[in-house]
């Protein structure tokens, strides 16, 4: 291959993977260039301790699409996924507990401890959500159309969109239009009475945003959520060996279908000459040709960081650095001697029950007052967690009768305001403000298992080692800008057609020959390959093209 045919993707994530695959498959060489010595991005498996894996930054895939899976054929790569019988269980120090199961019986007949109403409401909650997943689980798939000339081909495909909403019937194509700028806690409200079930319902709503359960617009996460699984709720589905497992599996897919994978290769720059996208420099200094760039980092880093600002319109420079993507998670990965005991469990179903996701935010002013920290620049002194023991489903996880512990913490901004705590300096200096993420790290740590605690009250005793990665960490070491977790926000206004930007989502940039698949584009966050799946169909149009 001759050096400018070449085609390069930045960043080793399961979306830049999912898109080199595809393109491998089709017959091209693609080079992925990884900064770190592993791939993966935020979707690994690392040491916290000796004897004791965790996946680091993401607890569940998501799920990864049925048909990246088949196409990439990701289980003989050694690609083995548990789903256990439990979604989520969400203790309560108060009253009981409510657990949602896989079956949809066995939950309703759960609920009438909690709310006979609500277990009524189940079945239809359930149903309703699964005809709407169903009606726009083709947009998960659907290139954004053209806002300015879409093709027959994007009218006709918005059209099949049409026509599956109007299929809908009345009451659910109703509740599907009113969704969309809805407050995911109102949504919640309509659905159920007790407030510990709207919580788990409103909890997907918020997760990874900058936004509360009253923010409008919470409630589309849902919609789609719905589209990948035909559930409102997020599931609990694991991977054997950690979610790192998933990234080894699509790397083999990737190399087996003759692409090359570099790691410990940062690239630094996107060389651009007449508008055009040529090649790549390197950190090392290494410069590599190219006849096409497809990036898999997130917008604001590949715009404001690798392309020099010269080649871009000031228009849309302006646009993207107000491009949101303020990251409000923080991650706290536990290696402990033994299981914890929930106060609100007993013996005989504890183990069921802790093996899916586990979710601490009893109310729905839990959820909206956890935000509110985040809004006035602080981390929340009582934070949502979002939980996972994956140990309980794969002991090749951490030593026998051990376990590791995965938790997702909101809110923490990745902008802490200098004034939200004051620290005393070493010196003899008056009393002054640090704002720096790392002077807080263990304080975080210690809110977060705090918080933990009172549900579990013997965790502390059994912490045998503890890894706290800060919104900032994310960004510096996993190279998520603003430490946001879906390269930006899943806002209304930064979704489909408008993501990242209004006129750029078709997964092409401003530049010739430079593309995005990242998170940062149409689905947007998530572990469902979506992005690099619609990118990789988009380019492999382009190549063609330009051959003829």
């Known amino acids: 291959m001759h050096p400018r045919d070449k085609i390069i993707v930045i960043g080793a994530g399961h979306n830049g993977l999912v898109t080199a695959a595809y393109l491998a498959k089709a017959g091209l060489k693609p080079v992925v260039l990884e900064r770190r010595e592993i791939v993966g991005g935020g979707c690994i498996t690392e040491e916290i301790h000796p004897g004791f894996r965790c996946s680091t930054l993401t607890s569940s895939t998501g799920p990864l699409l049925p048909r990246i899976i088949k196409d990439l054929q990701l289980e003989r790569h050694g ?3 548990f789903k256990p019988s439990v979604r989520v269980f969400a203790p309560n120090t108060n009253g009981h507990s409510v657990c949602i199961y896989e079956d949809a019986k066995r939950t309703a007949d759960s609920l009438t401890k909690v709310s006979a109403k609500d277990a009524k409401a189940y079945p239809d909650f359930l149903t309703s959500f699964a005809r709407i997943g169903r009606a726009l689980a083709p947009l998960l798939t659907m290139t954004p159309p053209s806002i300015d000339a879409p093709s027959k081909r994007e009218l006709w495909n918005l059209a099949g969109l049409g026509l599956k909403v109007r299929g809908l019937g009345r009451k659910d194509e109703y509740r599907l239009l009113r969704y969309g700028p809805m407050a995911v806690a109102d949504l919640a409200a309509e659905w159920f009475e007790t407030e510990p079930l709207r919580a788990v319902v409103a909890a997907r709503g918020i997760f990874g945003a900058f936004a509360g359960p009253w923010s409008a617009g919470t409630s589309v996460p849902l919609l789609l959520q719905a ?4 559930h409102a709720i997020a599931p609990a589905l694991f991977v054997k060996g950690g979610m790192g497992a998933l990234t080894q599996a699509l790397a083999k897919a990737v ?3 003759g692409a090359e994978i570099r790691t410990r290769a940062e690239v630094a720059e996107v060389q651009i000459k007449n508008g055009k996208a040529i090649g790549v420099v390197l950190s090392s200094g290494e410069e590599i040709p190219a006849q096409t760039v497809i990036s898999n980092a997130d917008p604001k880093t590949t715009f404001l960081k690798l392309v020099d600002p010269a080649a871009l319109d000031p228009s849309f420079l302006q646009k993207m650095q107000n491009y949101r993507a303020q990251g409000t998670v923080a991650k706290v990965n536990l290696a402990l001697s033994a299981l914890p005991k929930f106060t609100s469990l007993n013996g005989e179903d504890a183990s069921e029950k802790l093996s899916g996701r586990i979710h601490i935010g009893p109310d729905i002013d839990y959820l909206e007052r956890a935000f509110d920290a985040a809004k006035y620049g602080d981390f929340s002194p009582r934070p949502y967690l979002d939980i996972t023991i994956p140990s309980l489903t794969d002991s090749s996880l951490a030593p026998k009768g051990a376990h590791v512990m995965s938790i997702h913490a909101q809110f923490a901004p990745y902008k802490l305001n200098r004034h939200a705590r004051v620290t005393r300096a070493a010196s003899s200096t008056p009393e002054t403000c640090v704002p720096v993420w790392d002077s807080r790290r263990e304080e975080l740590g210690d809110v977060i298992v705090n918080a933990l605690s009172d549900y579990a009250p013997n965790l502390k005793e059994m912490i045998v080692a503890r890894q706290v990665i800060t919104p900032l960490d994310l960004e510096s ?4 800008s603003g430490g946001h977790i879906h390269h930006g926000e899943m806002a209304l206004d930064q979704l489909f057609a408008f993501r990242p930007l209004i006129g750029w989502a078709q997964y092409r940039t401003p530049i010739q020959n430079l593309y995005l698949c990242g998170a940062g584009t149409h689905p947007g966050g998530g572990l469902t390959g979506a992005p690099g ?16």
Request: proline fraction near 0%; charge should be positive; aromatic fraction near 6%.
């Open 79 to 81: 690609l083995a996924a």
């Open 227 to 230: 589209a990948t699984d035909g």
């Open 255 to 257: 190399t087996a279908a």
């Open 477 to 480: 070491k996993y190279g998520l």
């Open 533 to 548: 799946f619609n990118a990789s169909r988009e380019i492999i149009k382009d190549m063609k093209r330009r051959k003829t």
